[in-house]
């Protein structure tokens, strides 16, 4: 199969090349024409559709990734990733005139109109460009590069709703539901890559970035109680829209780094029920949302704020989300406030007798992310550094590790697998993990060696 999508996406770039170059009566346009057709008549013999994606520099053919091909092919993937084209479908039954058209269409950069829309015009109705979902790459496909990807198209989103709600519009569920929907495919398929991804202690667009994440470890505590389909995807749209009131709150309060004084902690409370108004009155919100938008910082025995609400018991999707938030907030770094190491936030979050949070959950969510979570930078008791790769099932204390740098500081040249928790000859683990460290401030990326 790899061989015959390798030909594949070789003649779709060799058109595509031939259509920029000649007109498209050209010899070499129409043979480009014709084993293109060809190439797609085969895989569609015995499927409806073909799904030719682009991750990166990365090409998908359906259930295929490509291994890294010439120059030539990596520009040809660049070209259509600068056109935003991120998949190409090819239907049963396309002709070589729509083969062509495709090619002329996609070709002609002078054009404003939307390809999708010309391809319609010209009567085009067997291939199809547009953006990537998860739902089109398999579980092989998957990882922390398909992860980056839909995460930072999600934390874009997730701007473009706030932006909505600041302006005085409704924002547009539509939106938020396409980011849910490729996160709770994450979530279900591979939730370390993702968990990993909201492990970034940065705080350039910290509150997109933290909608993001709050939703995503949201539904990561959800699907670890077997809630699953609709369900699980209301729990990380509330999750997604939980702090979408602070629209309304003025900047110098929110990001002010020192306490806030009565007025402007009062001021700060009001986000809560500012919204919940906003959710109620947004057509298509799920009933949730604006339950746990107004009910996030109430804690178990119903302190916290809004006050004076009466006796309610707080929804299980309330108790998640506040876990996920405090977390969150906790771990991320801020213009006036570093981030916390895991280790740190467990013992903030679970301190005895605490009303804050829901103690089952809380144990759940904490065996949930582990001691040291998948992507994080560690020091070990050899002075060497290494990115956490995978978790023990039973001890969280020794994780899988990946070295990275030695004893001196030195980048290794191939970094080093290795298990924390085997012993040496004497029967000694010769590996520990010591601390969490920030990775930031040694400019080292920890997810590029996942």
């Known amino acids: 199969m790899s061989g015959n999508a390798d030909d594949l996406v ?67 993937v660049r070209g259509l990733r600068d056109r935003e084209i991120e998949k190409i479908t090819f239907h049963r039954g396309i002709t070589p005139d729509e083969i062509q058209t495709f090619l002329s269409e996609l070709a002609d950069r002078r054009s404003r109109t939307p390809i999708p829309d010309r391809l319609a015009s010209r009567g085009v109705r067997r291939v199809a460009i547009g953006k990537l979902s998860v739902e089109d790459t398999s579980q092989d496909a998957l990882g922390i590069e398909a992860a980056r990807r839909v995460y930072s198209t999600a934390v874009s989103s997730a701007e473009t709703l706030w932006q909505q709600a600041k302006s005085g519009d409704k924002p547009d569920p539509e939106d938020a539901r396409k980011i849910i929907d490729s996160l709770a495919n994450i979530v279900t398929q591979d939730r370390t890559s993702l ?64 306490k806030l004084t009565k007025d402007e902690f009062d001021v700060m409370k009001r986000h809560v029920v500012d919204g919940a108004h906003i959710l109620r009155r947004t057509p298509e919100m799920p009933a949730l949302a604006p339950i746990v938008a107004f009910e996030h910082h109430l804690k178990q025995d119903l302190s916290g704020y809004p006050e004076k609400i009466g006796s309610r018991k707080l929804n299980l999707c309330t108790m998640i989300v506040s876990i996920a938030d405090v977390f969150d907030a906790l771990r991320s770094t801020r213009p006036y406030r570093k981030g916390l190491a895991t280790d740190r936030i467990r013992n903030i979050m679970g301190e005895q007798g605490s009303p804050a949070f829901n ?91 996942l």
């Open 359 to 449: 103690q089952p959950l809380l144990k759940r969510f904490v065996n949930l992310m582990g001691l040291f979570p998948v992507g994080n930078l560690v020091r070990l008791n050899t002075d060497e550094l290494a990115v956490v790769t995978a978790e023990h099932p039973t001890d969280p204390f020794r994780p899988q590790v990946k070295i990275i740098m030695d004893e001196k500081g030195e980048f290794l040249e191939e970094p080093l697998l290795a298990n924390t928790w085997e012993r040496d000859g004497r029967g000694e683990h010769s590996r520990a993990v010591v601390e969490a460290v920030d990775p930031e401030s040694l400019d080292i990326d920890p997810l590029k060696y």
């Open 195 to 258: 968990m990993a991804l909201t492990a970034l202690k940065k705080y350039d667009n910290y509150t997109f970035t933290h909608m993001v994440n709050v939703s995503a470890l949201a539904m990561a505590q959800a699907r670890a109680l077997n809630i699953e389909g609709t369900l699980l995807r209301e729990f990380g749209f509330a999750a997604l829209m939980h702090d979408i009131g602070k629209v309304h709150t003025p900047l110098e309060v929110l990001n002010k780094p020192d």
């Open 10 to 76: 070789r003649r779709l770039a060799a058109g595509l090349r031939a259509a920029e170059l000649y007109a498209p009566h050209h010899p070499l346009v129409q043979r480009s024409v014709a084993a293109l057709a060809s190439a797609c008549s085969a895989h569609l013999s015995d499927a409806s559709s073909l799904v030719v994606g682009f991750i990166g520099d990365d090409v998908v053919v359906n259930d295929t990734r490509l291994g890294k091909g010439s120059a030539s092919l990596t520009g040809f």
